[in-house]
């Protein structure tokens, strides 16, 4: 006999298994059924978010982090370290303790919310019915009155370039190194890559990014880019735009990687090659006698209130349409839950935040320059830089910029750009004003503590109307 629920979600990732707590905390009896194990083979919740993706790569930019400041920063605090050491297996350690101390804290939440867990996949059939598969070999039916498909995403193989595992890897196997190579290529130059080749190239790697667009950081506002582009070369990374990789083999020692630019042939050797090209839906295998729609690419067709083509299944996160970010999958949870509840749940895909965890770090919400262009948008630009900044100089870290664009008539907050310290915490007062279509008057405003580097985004708002207080205005008012 199956089992029956009123919410059945299949995947334990961020948009997942915050479906399931909200559906709980609903009152609806809900299950959740998700495959991730550690290497113990137990339940291992939090998806690749929690397991190989932002977690443990945020613990290790903190470690490197920490390692390149022991040598370039903290001799001007007059701290000063002979014979320092670094030891990769303990940095490996501590990532691996976070990630086990919060798969569990998810687990103790499904505990504490009365959320039946079935660790293994799910399979869609008609009618509601799903065939659960449990990693030690069971199987049993469950049905739910309503479900949600929330499958993750996956990393994109090339065929030009075969994962082996040991010198050619994805992004999971780039967390693994278990020492510092002396040269690291990696293939792609976006979030994933960026972020990986910084924890490396402080440790002591030479890296070299490989992207196949002509312009760096394309999903970033062009001044950004520049200044992100500029940035990271000077810190070292050896960056190929326009180079589109054409073979990758690996050897006992190295990797041979061959690429086309628009001058022609070229190629590098490294001891080891990172593949971040992108990610995909994670559908396979998630459609028995189920007819759920997929679009072209493999990702859940849904609808404003992601409702699928079968009545009462929705689909969430990374699965579906929109930027595949776990905050924007973890809206979706709360959202979806909420609807099944009879609720208004709803989620702003205009003001979703983006930050890329390098240093300095880069973070961005709403529209860029050229797109208000691109749109014929009347606006105004305001921007500020770190460098007269009294915290930002305390902290060693008096680089960067905040541009704000702002619509030339109304004043509502358009964009903002950050590329500086901290970016990815001063971002949020920027997503707050913008979610309620405030206005860069507003963030004038508004008393900013000094000091703060939250003083930038206000100096940039108020360059908007060409009256920065600790810079020169275009003209006086």
């Known amino acids: 006999m199956s089992q029956q629920f009123d919410v059945v979600v299949i995947g334990g990732g961020p948009a997942g298994y915050i479906c399931a707590i909200r559906a709980a905390q609903l009152g609806m009896k809900t299950a959740c059924i998700d495959a991730w194990q550690n290497a113990a083979g137990k339940p291992s919740l939090g998806g690749t978010c929690v397991n190989v993706g932002c977690i443990p790569s945020k613990a290790l930019l903190e470690s490197s982090e920490a390692w390149e400041k022991l040598h370039h920063e903290y001799q001007k605090h007059g701290i000063s370290v002979e014979g320092a050491n670094f030891d990769v297996a303990q940095m490996h350690k501590r990532k691996d303790d976070i990630v086990k101390n919060l798969t569990g804290g998810v687990l103790q939440l499904f505990k504490g919310n ?97 992207e196949a667009m002509d312009d760096f950081l394309f999903i970033a506002d062009s001044q950004i880019q520049r200044e992100a582009q500029r940035t990271f070369k000077k810190q070292g990374m050896d960056i190929k735009l326009g180079a589109r990789v054409t073979g990758a083999k690996a050897g006992k020692k190295d990797v041979a990687v061959n690429f086309e630019t628009k001058d022609g042939a070229d190629h590098i050797r490294v001891e080891k090659l990172i593949v971040c090209v992108g990610r995909r839906p994670n559908t396979d295998g998630l459609v028995g006698t189920a007819e759920l729609e997929l679009d072209e690419r493999g990702f859940v067709v849904v609808d404003g209130e992601n409702r699928t083509n079968l009545p009462s299944v929705y689909a969430i996160g990374d699965v579906v349409r929109g930027p595949m970010l776990a905050h924007k999958g973890m809206e979706e949870g709360v959202k979806v839950a909420e609807i099944i509840a009879g609720k208004a749940g709803h989620v702003n895909y205009d003001t979703i935040p983006s930050v890329i965890y390098t240093w300095p770090e880069i973070a961005w919400v709403g529209k860029t320059e050229q797109q208000v262009k691109d749109e014929a948008i009347p606006y105004r630009v305001g921007a500020a830089t770190f460098m007269a900044n009294g915290r930002a100089k305390a902290m060693e870290a008096a680089q960067g910029t905040v541009k704000i664009i702002a619509h030339e008539e109304t004043d509502e907050v358009l964009g903002v750009h950050i590329i500086g310290p901290n970016a990815s915490e001063l971002i949020q007062e920027s997503v707050s004003v913008m979610e309620f279509q405030g206005s860069s008057e507003d963030i004038a405003r508004t008393m900013h503590a000094h000091p703060t580097l939250s003083e930038v985004v206000h100096e940039a708002s108020l360059a908007v109307d060409e009256r920065p207080l600790h810079g020169l205005a275009k003209k006086r008012r």
């Open 114 to 210: 009365d959320i039946a867990f079935f660790h293994g996949t799910g399979k869609l059939n008609a009618n509601n019915s799903i065939e659960f598969s449990g990693v030690d070999g069971s199987s049993e039916t469950l049905e739910g009155k309503h479900i949600v498909v929330a499958t993750g995403s996956k990393p994109v193989d090339i065929p030009v370039a075969p994962l082996d595992g040991n010198r050619i890897v994805d992004n999971e196997g780039a967390l693994q190194f278990d020492e510092v190579p002396k040269t690291l290529g990696v293939i792609g130059g976006g979030v994933i890559g960026l972020e990986l080749g910084s924890v490396w190239r402080r440790l002591g790697a030479e890296v070299t990014v490989i």
